[in-house]
């Protein structure tokens, strides 16, 4: 399908008639910490003046905390995410990146996981280039780029007076033919602004030489670096649960009289507890051990499982490390 | 992307026997019951897997299966309790009749399969044991023996009092099919067994490597020990197969905590040749 335009004075109709379409739209908003996806009526305000959300996307589909079973005396029983369709509005393209790395931790062959799998058939992902990357953006050296499509299912483009839309997926195909009264045909013009958009985006987007990582990491197995890069972390975790790529859990139970719930929460690889058995053994018992696996699994592992690095250079980490540890210098370094 | 079964939800099962297994009585072995023949009918394991074990409200554990896929009707973990583990001490406070939930079979195998016609060389110590007494009650069927060559079979544990399935040892012992070697660590006052750290002992009965493979579980340092008289006796690396622990949240490759390198014991474990242990170990993993 050929890509389509909506006037920005369409867009609240655009969003009116997508409500109609699925049970819950999301998109974002203002609020008073920032630019948040949260739910959509008729009345809201879209604003796609941000970089990107504080909270990576990997929330909708994998929330921080979920119920995955109950259980009480007769046994088990599994829980299933809402039987409702979902629109996203908004999403980043190294977000919408993120998915597609997800796909393939969450959904093979062998085992798949029902929770994430099912929001993820229910969910429409509109994504928006980026026409103003952040400083901590690296998208580009790392497979991704602020107009990257891969993962998402429409791709949007914010013209300022106009947007131009183009499927990416069959599914974002079926929803552009849905709504195709709301579209007209770009112009040339529109054409034009969106290309130059585009080229201008990628050139703002900053560098780091990462191409090399998971073959420069094949050397970097004991090296003295982990420690040096170790040394001012925390261990608080923030880069695990703001990375929209990382997806560890633990499940926990809450017990309530004779039944109670089984709930699946966030976890960190840069917790100590992670890996400590009962017996006290613990096979990452030093903060070098964890940081290594954080970056050997995202730079390392992940090419080697899934020939793909699992970081889409979101900069999340960067910004929000209380030590200011940050991965492009991390990835400098190993490649040094 | 279609649906699929859940990989979290575990099947009930009832504590049908419980057997104490050592003097310091931290070590007893369950034997479990499905509730649902649909459950039961769908649980066929092969000797070298795990499952996890689910008590509601405390948690899970994995544990390596000790019963031999042939062992129609239920399914037997031998679990060692630790003060510090919330689900080992639940369940040891368990009794018969009492109901769990269990999840599995998950991981992989002993290649038993590939093995046919070959010697085998089972080394064992300790609680480490459990998924060898699998291989070994498996091999020793009736239609499956006489598809392997000899079977030696090497135990040692810490005291007399620290040995797993004593009586069935002692029935091994007997028979003339395999060759049973029981040793430990230190005797006591009744034993008139062998005495001798695993290691040494197998430097002493220097079971043969050719056309043999060798299957081997123990505590870190034993296993780190037995390693150099294999290769001695020439079993090559990827001829001694071994069998890892580690801490696990959903058993099937994607809470992400027991990865050895790019591995995931669940999942491509937690059976590895030495090879890819000894490929572990120079790459500091």
Redesign the interface.
């Known amino acids: 399908m050929p890509s389509v335009a909506l006037d920005s004075k369409n867009l609240k109709s655009f969003v009116a008639s997508t409500l109609k379409q699925a049970e819950r739209v999301r998109g974002p908003v203002k609020d008073k910490t920032g630019t948040v996806l949260a739910d959509l009526s008729a009345k809201s305000e879209l604003a796609f003046d941000f970089a990107n959300f504080k909270l990576p996307i990997k929330r909708e589909f994998f929330p921080q905390c979920e119920v995955i079973s109950r259980f009480d005396a007769t046994g088990s029983r599994a829980e299933s995410p809402a039987d409702e369709a979902v629109v996203i509005f908004g999403v980043r393209p190294c977000d919408t990146l993120s998915l597609s790395f997800l796909d393939k931790v969450f959904v093979d062959e062998q085992y798949s996981d029902p929770y994430y799998q099912k929001r993820r058939d229910n969910t429409l992902v509109v994504s928006m280039a980026c026409n103003s990357p952040a400083a901590t953006c690296f998208c580009t050296s790392i497979g991704g780029s602020p107009n990257s499509t891969k993962g998402s299912d429409v791709m949007m483009f914010n013209l300022g007076n106009s947007f131009v839309l183009e499927s990416v997926s069959k599914k974002g195909e079926a929803f552009l033919k849905k709504n195709q009264k709301m579209f007209r045909d770009p112009t040339p013009k529109e054409l034009q602004k969106r290309k130059q958009q585009e080229e201008a985006a990628e050139k703002q987007v900053g560098k780091v030489n990462a191409s090399a990582t998971p073959a420069s990491l094949l050397k970097k197995n004991d090296s003295a670096l982990w420690d040096e890069i170790a040394e001012t972390c925390l261990s608080c975790g923030a880069c695990t649960f703001l990375c929209p790529t990382c997806h560890c859990f633990d499940f926990y139970d809450e017990k309530q009289g004779d039944g109670g719930t089984r709930v699946r929460v966030h976890d960190a690889c840069m917790f100590a507890t992670f890996t400590r058995e009962a017996s006290g053994h613990n096979p990452r018992g030093l903060k070098r051990d964890r940081m290594r696996q954080r970056i050997m699994h995202k730079f390392s592992y992940a090419a080697e499982n899934f020939n793909e690095m699992f970081c889409v250079g979101c900069g999340r980490c960067i910004v929000n490390c209380p030590s200011n540890i940050d991965i492009r210098e991390t990835i400098t370094k190993v490649n040094a | ?1 279609s ?8 099947a ?1 099962v009832q504590i049908e026997k419980v057997t104490l297994e050592n003097d310091e009585k931290d070590l007893k072995t369950f034997r479990f019951a499905f ?1 649902d023949k649909q459950d039961e009918a769908k649980f066929n394991h092969e000797c070298g897997q795990f499952a996890m074990l ?1 008590i ?6 994995p544990i390596g299966i000790a019963s031999s896929p042939l062992d129609k009707g239920y399914v037997e973990f031998t679990v060692k309790r ?1 003060p ?5 001490s639940a369940l040891h406070d368990m009794s018969e009749g009492d109901i769990i ?1 269990l999840r599995g079979p998950l991981g992989n195998s002993f290649p038993l399969e590939s093995l046919k016609g070959k010697n085998i060389l089972i080394v064992g110590g300790g609680f480490a044991f459990t998924t060898l007494r699998a291989t070994i009650r498996y091999l020793l069927s009736d239609g499956i023996r006489n598809q392997y060559k000899n079977i030696t079979i090497l135990y040692g544990a810490r005291s007399p009092g620290e040995l797993l399935y004593k009586a069935e040892l002692e029935a091994w012992q007997k028979r003339s099919d395999i060759t049973t070697i029981v040793t430990v660590d230190k005797g006591d006052y009744a034993w008139k067994g062998r005495v001798g750290l695993v290691p040494v002992v197998l430097k002493e009965i220097a079971p043969s490597a050719a056309d043999a493979v060798c299957i081997v579980c123990g505590p870190p340092i034993m296993l780190k020990f037995t390693m150099p008289p294999l290769m001695e006796l020439g079993f090559s690396p990827n001829n001694i197969l071994t069998s890892l ?3 696990m ?2 058993g ?11 591995k995931y014991v669940c ?1 491509d474990g937690p059976v590895f040749p030495y090879s890819k242990i000894k490929e572990f170990e120079d ?3």
């Not at chain 2, 649906?3 to 575990?10: C, D, F």
């Open positions: 992307m649906a699929t079964i859940n990989p979290y939800v575990p009930r509730c689910s509601a409200g405390v948690g899970e554990i630790y510090t583990g919330l689900v080992t939930g622990e580690r801490k949240t959903c099937v490759g994607k809470c992400g905590r027991c990865n050895v390198g790019s999942k790459r500091g993993l």
